[in-house]
């Protein structure tokens, strides 16, 4: 008995040998359509007969063993299938395994790759998404540099949560004037005012002010920090910062007590 197997590109007809299908663990590539594929799939079984052998000439890319036979008719009367020439050579596996189709690997690729414009278009869209999240970023101080961009920006931060913060700039800021006086019409209550000036051209976030009172030694006898929303009018003047080249008028009124001070320091500071 003797072994065929048929090309499923071309149902060529070859016979084969045990030695054959272990070369590649059964693949094989067809002389004719040099398509490879398995030939344990299509394996058959014929009577011996004798058949006229013909060469074909070998592969020029590697060592193969061609076997070229013809197929005389089998009993059953159908015309005998056409023969060709069967390589079996040292190809790789993984080469001869990817061949899915009659398509090129370069076909296959340039087929799998987007068109370029839609490359063009992600790359845009990457590029502004990164402006975007810089100008996120960045945005306290651009509001700094710009003012208009304040309300722009206060839009964003009502879907977001973000904070519109100010910069601190203790250079820029000054105490131009103060004075502590005792209340004439009630006993133990002190008034401090002072105002406040911001030297630069562009809004600052309002310091806090730190008092000290101190006795006839200029030893201190009592200290308290007050916050921008202790000493502002409007607690919507707190997120809108001192203006550029704003003053702000202080008046506090502070009860002492028994406490009789002598003299005062006072000092503007970022906590």
């Known amino acids: 008995m003797s072994m065929v197997t048929s090309c499923p590109s071309c149902v060529t007809t070859f016979r084969i040998s045990h030695d054959q299908l272990k070369v590649r663990h059964g693949e094989v590539r067809c002389g004719k359509r040099d398509a490879v594929f398995d030939a344990f799939k299509t394996l058959a079984s014929l009577p011996d007969e004798p ?17 070229t036979e013809s197929y005389a008719p089998s009993d059953v009367g159908d015309p005998a299938p056409e023969q060709s020439t069967l390589d079996i050579g040292p190809a790789p596996a993984a080469n001869l395994t990817s061949v899915q189709t009659s398509m090129g690997h370069s076909e296959a690729r340039a087929a799998r790759m987007p068109p370029r414009r839609y490359m063009g278009a992600a790359v845009l869209a990457l590029s502004a998404g990164a402006v975007l999240q810089l100008t996120y970023a960045m945005r306290s101080p651009l509001v700094s540099s710009a003012p208009a961009l304040r309300p722009v920006f206060e839009r964003v931060c009502l879907f977001t949560g973000c904070i519109l913060t100010l910069p601190r700039r203790t250079e820029a800021l000054a ?3 103060s004075d502590l006086q005792a209340d004439p019409t009630r006993n133990g209550v002190i008034v401090l005012t002072a105002v406040l000036r911001n030297r630069s051209s562009a809004p600052v976030e309002h310091p806090a002010l730190e008092l000290t009172l101190t006795n006839p030694q200029d030893k201190a006898v009592a200290r308290r920090i007050f916050l921008p929303r202790d000493y502002l009018e409007r607690a919507d003047d707190v997120s809108r910062g001192m203006g550029a080249l704003a003053e702000v008028n202080v ?13 005062y320091r006072l000092f503007l500071f970022y906590p």
């Open 175 to 177: 105490i131009e004037s």
């Open 251 to 263: 008046r506090l009124e502070l009860d002492t007590g028994e406490l009789r001070a002598a003299g």
């Open 51 to 67: 058949l006229p052998e013909t060469v074909a000439e070998p592969r020029p890319e590697a060592p193969v063993r061609p076997v």
